[in-house]
């Protein structure tokens, strides 16, 4: 009886797990496809126009205009964190626009 019992709830204890397993495998799934979706939606610096800079959190006219001018002046961005080389663009302005951008 006492074995009854056991295998019963190592059963019960397996099948309460298998639905969190197969959330979490549909999860990532999600995510990964967001992620992909997010890739494809990033601005590329070498291309982007004021209106597309304009949509990055913390980028107004001024800064989008600027990092146009410096596109302009020094040539095609390199790398995303070459931004840091624009005027008015530090690490904390980098940090919140750097995954909404790229560089192709």
């Known amino acids: 009886m006492k074995?009854?019992?056991s295998g019963l709830l190592v059963l019960s204890a397996l099948a309460?797990?298998?639905?969190?397993?197969?959330?979490?495998?549909?999860?990532?799934?999600h995510t990964q496809s967001s992620e992909l979706t997010n890739l494809?939606?990033?601005?590329?610096?070498?291309?982007?126009?004021?209106?597309?800079?304009?949509?990055?959190p913390g980028?107004?006219?001024?800064?989008?205009?600027?990092?146009?001018?410096?596109?302009e002046e020094v040539g095609p961005f390199l790398e995303v964190a070459q931004l840091t080389q624009v005027?008015?663009?530090g690490?904390?302005?980098?940090?919140?626009?750097?995954?909404?951008?790229l560089v192709k």
Do not use: F, H, W
């Open 40 to 56: 494809q939606q990033r601005i590329d610096l070498n291309s982007a126009t004021v209106e597309q800079l304009v949509s990055l």
């Open 87 to 89: 005027k008015g663009i």
């Open 59 to 71: 980028v107004g006219q001024s800064k989008a205009k600027a990092i146009i001018k410096y596109r």
């Open 91 to 101: 690490e904390k302005m980098l940090s919140k626009i750097e995954n909404y951008v």
């Open 16 to 29: 309460i797990q298998a639905p969190v397993v197969n959330a979490e495998v549909e999860s990532s799934k």
């Open 3 to 5: 074995k009854l019992i």
